[in-house]
């Protein structure tokens, strides 16, 4: 006995599952690329420096926050590649044999899927406004 309704609704999580997968991919490069530009790009002395400002009564170097921001940002977007998967294990096919309440998860992984996604939507500007800032610092120093 299929459902009607669930047929369209599989087509819709897949779709919106496969999207998240994708911005996920897409955000965790850029999060890889703004910690290889951070590591790299500055010269020794401007990454020395930005290690020892900031420590100050046990407080973090600019640099440890800069690297913060793009590991707290990969981690985000794992997050949404964990909240996709489980989208695409709620919608197993109906069968007389699935117990129909294994389609209460489908509502849950998409309400994840919602909050994990705008955080880690917030999290990308905070990586592309954070490696603009590198760029800005990096061309002042030269």
């Not at 459902?3 to 599989?10: E, G, K, T, V």
């Not at 999060?31 to 020892?52: F, H, I, N, Y």
Request: hydrophobic share 55%.
């Amino acid at each position: 006995m299929e459902i009607p309704h669930m047929a369209d609704m599989r087509d819709i999580t897949s779709n919106l599952a496969a999207t998240a997968l994708i911005f996920a991919s897409i955000s965790f490069g850029a999060c890889l690329t703004g910690a290889v530009v951070a590591l790299t790009v500055p010269s020794e002395k401007a990454r020395e420096d930005w290690a020892s400002r900031g420590l100050t009564n046990g407080s973090f170097s600019h640099f440890s926050d800069l690297m913060f921001v793009f590991t707290w940002s990969a981690i985000c977007q794992l997050g949404v590649v964990g909240a996709a998967i489980g989208l695409y294990l709620s919608e197993a096919p109906l069968s007389p044999a699935t117990p129909e309440h294994v389609y209460l998860a489908l509502p849950i992984f998409l309400e994840i899927l919602g909050i994990v996604g705008v955080i880690a939507f917030a999290q990308l500007i905070a990586v592309v406004s954070t490696i603009s800032q590198i760029a800005v610092a990096v061309s002042a120093r030269r």
